[in-house]
């Protein structure tokens, strides 16, 4: 191991990785290896369903011919990452989390976002667990296992879902970044559950080419990190922007807030709303604009889902309606599949009124809401235990509900979304606060989110 790695490395973030690598502090192969390692020595054999070494270690020589010619192909060059194995990589299976598809032909090319961040030189790893078809938001799995949270220092608690295995790898450091995929929560839930940053842009900023399909209106990929600055970069590269101005910190006196006063539907545990709370007090401290204020189509979206049924679930039967309805079904999470099986009946008049009802509250925010953030909690709770889970599927539906009570309203109003960590809550866990803007404002969500997290972490 040279000067610029040791045993505590794992812990720091994208940005100052890029920056060893850059002032030849370490290597990429180096640095893959070091990854490497630690996938191999993790005592939990659940966060990843697959690994692609030969691959990794084959980016990594090509990267660090490049650095030793001085010619990296950006701040990305070397850095290795670690994919949701709802998206294709090339050679290896994706199973979407599931059974149906664990022997299936490998994948015969690489996702459009992968062939992106390949493009910038970073450096694939394997292939991260997740709930099946990604249609959980507490991230556990019957078939490949569940990852555990690695922050629980008591009883064994969930990951979060859907993005279990993306987020546990890095929280567990097993690598500085990964992809997840986010539907109602998916990257800023296991975000928020293991003191992680997570970033969910709004619909089509990525090409989800490659990309295994749950709702086709809803689905977002995103990323999962220790540091805002290290989601913008990714979110560069996957974008191609390329302006000087766009990969720069906004200072906290040109960010604009708005608390709303129904941040909640559901009830919040007592050290989140302290959290969060706190956090926004700290943050009108320091310069930023905040406002508290109703924003009531928080509340019409939600009454519109308990009407007229889940958006997800619809789109998600009409892609999926022939595997569902035949017998191999019964080889699924019965709780996803029956999370499926809702969408069914939803066609027609319940879809059209959920559908135009988005749209029309949409407007209506880009209306009221302009170039603010919106701020709620990220989570009403900290990661629960997993064991009652497990065992009580009625408690687990509640539970899967509560926990994306405010996350899965961002994409069904089609809000880009950032998590930060906020402070720690009931059992030394994490809590999160997270910052929503409208649709196209995500470069400047991302570089408030340098700013906001800088802020939060000096306390």
Known sequence: MSAGLDAGSWRLPVVELGRMLTQGATDPVELAEYFIARIQTCPDRAVLISTCFERAR?????????????????????????????????????????????????????????????????????????????????GMNPHFGTPRNPLATGEARVPGGSSSGSAVAVAAGLAPVAIGTDTGGSTRVPAAFNGLVGFKPAESRYDRTGVFPLSTTLDTVGVLARGAADCLLVDRALTGEDEPDEGRPLPL????????????????????????????????????????????????????????????????????????????????????????????????????????????????????????????PTVPHVAPLLEPLANDPALFAQTNLRTISNTHLGNLLNLCGLAIPSGTGQAGMPTSILFQGMAGTESALLRAGVSLQAALERG
């Open 253 to 376: 006196s040109e960010v604009s807030i708005v608390v709303p006063h129904e941040y909640a539907s559901v009830p919040v545990e007592p050290e989140v709303t302290r959290n969060f709370l706190d956090a926004v007090d700290r943050l009108e401290k320091l310069g930023a604009r905040v406002k508290q204020r109703s924003v009531p189509e928080l509340e019409m979206m939600q009454r519109l889902v308990d009407e007229h049924g889940a958006f997800a679930a619809a789109e998600a039967y009409a892609v999926h309606a022939k595997l569902l309805e035949s017998r191999s079904a019964e080889r699924m999470d019965p709780f996803v599949r029956a999370r499926m099986l809702a969408g069914r009946p939803m066609a027609g008049l319940h879809f059209t009124a959920l559908r135009e009802g988005r749209l029309r509250l949409r407007r209506s925010l880009r209306a009221a809401a302009g170039d603010a953030l919106i701020a709620v």
């Open 58 to 138: 084959g980016e990594a020589a090509q990267s660090a011919a490049r650095h030793r010619a001085g010619k990296p192909l950006g701040p990305l060059d070397g850095i290795p990452v670690i994919w949701k194995d709802n998206i294709d990589v090339a050679g290896s299976v994706t199973t979407a989390g599931s059974a149906l598809f664990r022997d299936a032909a490998p994948a015969r090319e690489d996702a459009a976002v992968v062939r992106r961040l390949a493009a910038a030189g970073m450096v694939t790893l394997g292939k991260a667990n997740l709930s099946e078809f990604a249609y959980t938001a507490l």
